[in-house]
């Protein structure tokens, strides 16, 4: 799938509007040199942020955390609540795979379910070498349920920062393939005639001051999810990596 005469963003830009209107598409397809133009009627698309399953006959819960946005604090304590209400949970795989990021608080308070109360989750960097410290300022309600976490390339950001403080602090097993390797935090600046620009301010160190940054997390147990199966290879070791703890 492609575009002519316009990038992938910027058509995408132009298909978004407000739900409930139209957008009209010109398709070309393979041998035909008429376009197919289709209408479309756009709706509203509502992404979780947090998603909740139970594997190992319900003796282990899967969550999947896809971003730290600004829903995640509500979906998150939803799913905690839920957890604690299920008596057949043993463990958790906490999914961090393909999880771009996001707010980094949302990191510090999702960590501070797993790690005793003031306890060191990142250092922000700056410039002139100074840290900042972030920790956690709650008790942790799942800290007595054993944890794995699940790990990939797609694996950035505040999610690393995650991954990272759980194994500094708690020798938690990061389990899948080496992350992406963002370390850096960034802050969006307006420009004129609506241009924008990312200027790197600092940038986070896991509590064991690693730099992240081009290197990623190495996974405690490295394994490829094979995509030529429909079973989830990756998944599957997190699970054996709790019932065999």
Do not use: C
Not at 60 to 75: N, P, Q, S, V, W
Not at 100 to 108: C, D
Not at 209 to 235: C, R
């Amino acid at each position: 799938m492609g575009t002519v005469g316009i990038s992938l963003p910027d058509a995408v830009e132009a298909i978004r509007g407000p739900a409930d209107s139209k957008v009209t598409l010109a398709l070309l397809r393979d041998g035909v040199n008429e376009p197919l133009l289709v209408d479309v009627v756009r709706r509203e698309i509502s992404v979780p942020s947090v998603i909740l399953s139970y594997v190992s006959d319900g003796t282990i819960a899967h969550i999947r955390l896809l971003k730290f946005a600004g829903e995640t604090d509500g979906e998150w304590s939803k799913t905690v609540s839920d957890i604690l209400k299920n008596p057949q949970v043993k463990g958790i795989v906490l999914d961090l795979r393909n999880n771009p990021g996001g707010y980094l608080q949302g990191a510090v308070d999702i960590a501070g379910d797993f790690l005793p109360n003031g306890t060191l989750v990142v250092y922000e960097e700056n410039s002139n070498g100074s840290r900042n410290e972030f920790k956690t300022d709650k008790l942790p309600k799942l800290a007595k349920l054993p944890l794995v976490v699940l790990i990939n390339k797609g694996s950035a950001s505040a999610s690393e920062i995650l991954a990272g403080a759980l194994r500094d602090q708690e020798k938690i097993k990061l389990v899948g393939e080496i992350s992406f390797g963002k370390g850096t935090i960034q802050e969006p600046r307006q420009l004129e005639n609506g241009a924008g620009i990312h200027i790197t301010s600092a940038k986070w160190l896991t509590p064991k001051a690693f730099w992240v940054n081009e290197k990623g997390l190495e996974p405690d147990v490295s394994i490829e999810d094979d995509t030529q199966t429909t079973e989830d290879e990756q998944l599957q070791e997190a699970v054996g990596q709790l019932e065999n703890s």
